[in-house]
């Protein structure tokens, strides 16, 4: 693989590389994982490239627009 962009990957290398740049993410338990997943589809279905989902994400941040409701750890 030559790189990240869509251009330069098949949608199973996109994949391969959200599911490794993410780790581990069923071992979470705030209920934002699957969000955090669902982010990364755009890129995976070719649609977005990563700068522009995580610069939309960073805007929402910055911005202070409403996002999920945070959840505490069930096992605390």
């Known amino acids: 693989m030559s790189g990240y ?3 330069d990957t098949t949608k199973e290398e996109r994949e391969a590389i959200v599911a490794e740049s993410l780790g581990n993410i069923s071992a979470t338990c705030d209920g934002c994982s699957a969000g ?3 982010m990364y589809q755009a890129y995976i279905d070719g649609e ?3 700068r522009e989902i995580n610069m939309e994400f960073n805007a929402r941040y910055v911005s202070g627009m409403e996002g999920p ?3 505490g750890c069930p096992m605390e």
Request: no cysteine; proline share 0%.
């Open 5 to 7: 962009l869509i251009k």
């Open 48 to 50: 977005k490239e990563l």
């Open 69 to 71: 409701e945070r959840r």
């Open 36 to 38: 955090i997943v669902e």
